[in-house]
């Protein structure tokens, strides 16, 4: 404390009350391939469905890493997951973008450094061919362009097809885009030219049978003065009245117009709607279904929502669709430029100087008193004004590019390399072949050596191979051979013997799929239902789930075998299901630590005691410190004690340990001993026969 220099009273606090911290024991890691989300970051997951959101859905290419991935999530519910791709050569990932260009954005962090005009409008926010489904349409503010409105104009249709041509005064170039709805009715100021219309003596209109009745879908972007309609016209017809509706409309309460906010700064026309939509069926299984909208969201740079937070449509993009990031404005006209638009009867140039547009993106205080109209779409004649209409993007030149060599799945695991930025306790390799399996041993687990590695033999070792000994070859062979994991020793390893057949139901087929992501999950349900240092092996915790068969099934000579190996057996059991039966790490040195239960609690008690004995730093090692240390420690060992995690302990931290030399280093010492409680591996049951007559304190302990 401070000196006092006159009399008064300091009052302080001595907080003598750190306890060790709980550790999180359960939390997996794993690296795949996936046919969506963001790639080279990490990604916490919690159920299979946040899988499919985050990650889409299994398919012919990924189903073993995806189910590797879900099958953990069977018991657990925290998985950090790293997406990598390929982006080496031509077949790499690429994001789907509305100009068809070559585009690679990994992630959010990616895509704020990358330079974006050459994409179009939009880019899919992460690699993949799932971006090839997505449809953006916008609907501007401007009257006419939300609900199903009169456009005013005479279309001629050619009977039989599916074309229709418009003529007159009021021709707009480009008018519909694809997915517009349109409707066609008589015009009431010649209805005897219209499909034979007649009129009766009271002035009555009688329209013919065959007037082409409901709506038409615009199939492609139209050009010039034609549209193409999703199917045909049945009549030949002339001075039709032709409505439009913006094809998402029934999806959206109002129509857009005047922001709250924009109001208040004396600005108009500045809100939108955007509505993203599979328009193949390959996200939702149906086409055009409508994924994601943003209604009333503003051209304006710098709108904000009630609450403070923005409104920009790029912003609201960018931060919550889980499907697309804005690229670049869509193409609008700007004060002072001419454009040509292309008439039946020539070309003319219309000057657009004088209009009181504002561009996308001018912020509400250089834009009050004007409208934000030139935002959306392009530019078209009509009595000498501007048109201002919905702009429809289908986006394309996704690529999946799931990585097929070790190089993205080794810099993947990288990103889990520093234990002070992420903690995880359970490695799952799924179907990773020996070289990624290998690294992830001598470089993430016993780098770290706070998390253990779960690792499965390839499928050809075992899936289909009809002899059971050619099987237990190629297993064994994957564990000591150099195409395997080359007879690494580590206590942070596990390796189970094999794979299963398992149900696909998002795809109605069955798969192959590794056991490592099982047994790393049996790890977690062993935490949830006793604690990390009790065995997950055997008919109590180590139940194995979503079996249909094993790739094959050791019998006890080649469990002998298996084990003999640091192989840990995965065996159906007639009547009590398929079932993890051994305990084994990878250490091939006999020790406490080839078990998994022994490995697991020295990982919980090094972490917590590591974690509290921070708060020791920079204090003095006096004997004050020192007492201070064991009363943090000992308590903390009686509870895994009370709770069967070792038979005995002993702490020694005082000056027979911190000598004087060892505080002149500025070190501080404490040595913990354990006695590591062990599994049951091996039971020996003696059934001794006796005579009748004989007492059986006579014969106890002879045999």
């Known amino acids: ?40 970051e990490i990604v916490l997951i919690d159920s299979q469905s946040a899988l499919v959101r985050r990650f889409g859905k299994p398919d012919s290419n990924n189903f073993e890493h995806w189910f590797s991935a879900s099958n953990f999530l069977d018991y657990g519910n925290k998985l950090k997951v790293v997406r990598v791709v390929n982006t080496s050569d031509a077949s790499g990932a690429n994001n789907a973008t509305s100009a068809g260009v070559t585009a690679l954005v990994k992630n959010r962090s990616d895509y704020d450094v990358t330079t974006k005009t050459t994409f179009g409008d939009w880019v899919a926010k992460y690699p993949g061919a799932v971006g090839n489904a997505l449809r953006v349409s916008v609907c501007d503010s401007v009257p006419g362009q939300f609900s199903n409105t009169s456009l005013g104009f005479s279309a001629n249709v050619v009977s039989g097809s599916n074309i229709v041509r418009f003529e007159g005064q009021q021709v707009r170039n480009l ?52 549209i193409t309609l999703d199917r045909e016209i049945p009549v030949t017809a002339s001075n039709l009245l032709v409505s439009r509706k913006w094809e998402f409309a029934d999806n959206f309460d109002l129509v857009p117009g005047n922001s709250e906010y924009a109001v208040q700064r004396n600005a108009t026309e500045d809100e939108i709607h955007i509505a ?53 404005h869509p193409t609008s006209i700007t004060t002072g430029e001419h454009f040509t638009v292309v008439l039946p009867f020539g070309s003319v140039d219309i000057p657009t100087t004088g209009q009181s547009d504002v561009d996308l993106g001018t912020s509400m205080a250089d834009a009050a008193g004007v409208a934000f109209k030139n935002i959306i779409g392009s530019a078209f004649p009509g009595a000498a004004t501007k048109n201002h209409l919905p702009l429809s993007s289908d986006i394309s030149g996704g690529t999946d590019g799931n990585a097929t060599t070790p190089g993205p799945f080794q810099n993947g695991y990288d990103i889990f390399n520093n234990p002070e930025e992420v903690d995880i306790s359970l490695v799952v390799c799924g179907p990773h072949d020996g070289v990624v399996s290998r690294y992830v041993i001598d470089n993430l687990v016993e780098d770290r050596k706070d998390c253990v590695a779960f690792v499965s033999p390839q499928s050809s070792d075992c899936v289909n191979v009809s002899n059971l000994s050619t099987a237990l ?52 349900n062993t935490d949830n239902v006793r604690d990390p240092w009790f065995s997950p092996a055997g008919l109590n915790r180590g139940q194995v789930k979503n079996v249909v068969k094993l790739a094959w099934n050791p019998r006890r000579a080649h469990r002998d075998e298996l084990y003999k190996n640091g192989i840990n057996p995965v065996v159906n059991l007639p009547g009590q299901g398929t079932v993890l039966f051994g305990d084994k790490t990878l250490q091939i040195k006999p020790s406490a630590f080839d078990r998994i239960n022994v490995r697991r609690l020295f990982i919980v008690l090094e972490k917590a005691i590591a974690a509290a004995a921070k708060y020791t730093l920079f204090e003095f090692n006096d004997e004050f410190t020192r007492a201070q240390f064991r009363n943090l420690v000992e308590p903390f060992l009686r509870d895994v004690q009370g709770r069967r995690g070792i038979y005995d302990f002993k702490v020694v931290c005082d000056a027979t340990n911190n000598t004087p030399e060892v505080i002149d280093r500025n070190e501080f010492v404490g040595d913990i001993y354990i006695k590591p409680a062990r599994s049951i591996n091996f039971i020996t049951l003696n059934f001794i026969a006796a005579r009748t007559g004989v007492q059986f304190d006579e014969i106890v302990g002879q045999f």
Not at 481 to 493: E, L, P, V
């Open 175 to 226: 008018e519909f885009v694809k997915g517009d709805v349109v409707t066609f009715s008589s015009t009431a100021n010649a209805p005897e030219a219209d499909f034979g219309a007649t009129v009766d003596s009271t002035g009555a209109i009688h329209p013919a049978a065959n007037i082409p009745s409901g709506s038409y879908v615009v199939v492609e972007n139209s050009t010039l003065d034609t």
């Open 473 to 524: 070859t190629n297993v064994v062979g994957f564990r000591t051979t150099s195409t395997g994991i080359d007879g690494r020793s580590s206590s942070y390893a596990v390796m189970d013997s094999g794979w299963k057949y398992q149900y696909d139901k998002f795809n109605d087929v069955y798969r192959w799929v590794p056991l490592n992501a099982d047994i790393a999950g049996l790890c977690v």
């Open 276 to 328: 993203i939509s599979d328009r193949t069926g390959i996200i939702t299984g149906t086409k055009n279904t409508v994924l994601e909208t943003f209604p009333n969201v503003s051209k304006a740079s710098d709108a904000r929502n009630s609450d403070g937070t923005s409104n920009y449509y790029v912003n609201v993009i960018n931060d919550q669709s889980q499907y697309i990031y804005w690229a670049n």
């Open 1 to 40: 404390m401070a000196f006092q220099i006159s009399p008064g009273v300091q009052v302080t606090e001595v907080d003598l009350t750190t306890i060790i911290p709980a550790v999180g024991t359960t939390d997996g890691a794993f690296v795949g391939t996936f046919a969506w989300g963001p790639v080279d």
